[in-house]
């Protein structure tokens, strides 16, 4: 089958930079996506990274390895409004045309 | 605001019943995912629907089906409703037949008493 892990919570202070990692088991991977879920609302789309590396976008960054099955999303000078959940996502060959999503994480910051 | 409009915003319903949830998609977007998502869940792919025809499914009970008209807007049937069921479903779009970006609706907050 194919699986994705991800921790279920992290919190962290405003300022800092946030890790947050996804490590997935899945056949013919294409790549990886983040999307972001604040309280009852609709998932947006934060990044997507197909290759081995580091894409960064504003405050966001997001790294994977290929090799490794892993990948993470780093937060940079948090903010309150960070507060949400994120979840990873893959795409590969065995999920077809559908992007299967792990059970996010849900990410707390505090003044 | 993504561009992906669902109605209803709430429903609430009675076990046994059936309910009918719709989606639009974002203009000329031709693909259509239905997900759910439960309390303290992930978002659980259900179907996936382009230019009108099936072409994913994922863990969809057989009491759910869905189905995309020419317009290409989308509708998602629930039947037999139980208690389990009550959870955020969630319609996205996206242009390609396969994207790592898709474009999620406000989603419908279906409630079953």
């Known amino acids: 089958g194919q699986s994705l892990e991800q921790p279920s919570e992290v919190t962290a202070v405003e300022g800092a930079i946030v890790q947050i990692n996804c490590t997935y088991q899945?056949?013919?991977?294409?790549?990886l996506s983040w999307y972001q879920q604040h309280d009852g609302g609709a998932p947006t789309f934060l990044s997507y990274?197909?290759?081995?590396g580091l894409e960064e976008t504003g405050r966001f960054s997001s790294f994977l390895s290929r090799s490794d099955s892993y990948g993470y999303l780093l937060l940079q000078e948090l903010q309150m409004k960070d507060s949400a959940s994120y979840f990873c996502?893959?795409?590969?060959?065995?999920?077809?045309?559908?992007?299967?999503f792990g059970k996010g994480t849900t990410l707390s910051v505090s003044s | 605001d993504s561009g992906v409009t669902q109605t209803p915003k709430h429903l609430i319903t009675a076990t046994g019943q059936r309910v009918t949830l719709r989606c639009s998609p974002r203009?000329?977007?031709?693909?259509v995912y239905w997900y759910q998502q439960s309390l303290d869940q992930g978002l659980q792919f259900l179907i996936q629907y382009y230019n009108g025809e099936e072409r994913a499914k994922g863990n969809i009970l057989e009491r759910f089906s869905a189905q995309q008209f020419p317009d290409l807007h989308s509708e998602l049937n629930l039947s037999s409703l139980e208690l389990g069921d009550s959870a955020l479903y969630f319609c996205?779009?996206?242009?390609?037949?396969?994207?790592?970006?898709?474009?999620f609706g406000p989603g419908t907050r279906l409630t079953v008493l």
């Open positions: 996502a893959v795409r590969s060959h065995q999920a077809g045309t559908a992007l299967i």
């Open positions: 990274n197909a290759l081995d």
């Open positions: 996205a779009s996206s242009a390609e037949l396969a994207s790592h970006e898709q474009f």
């Open positions: 203009s000329g977007d031709l693909s």
């Open positions: 899945t056949s013919g991977f294409y790549g």
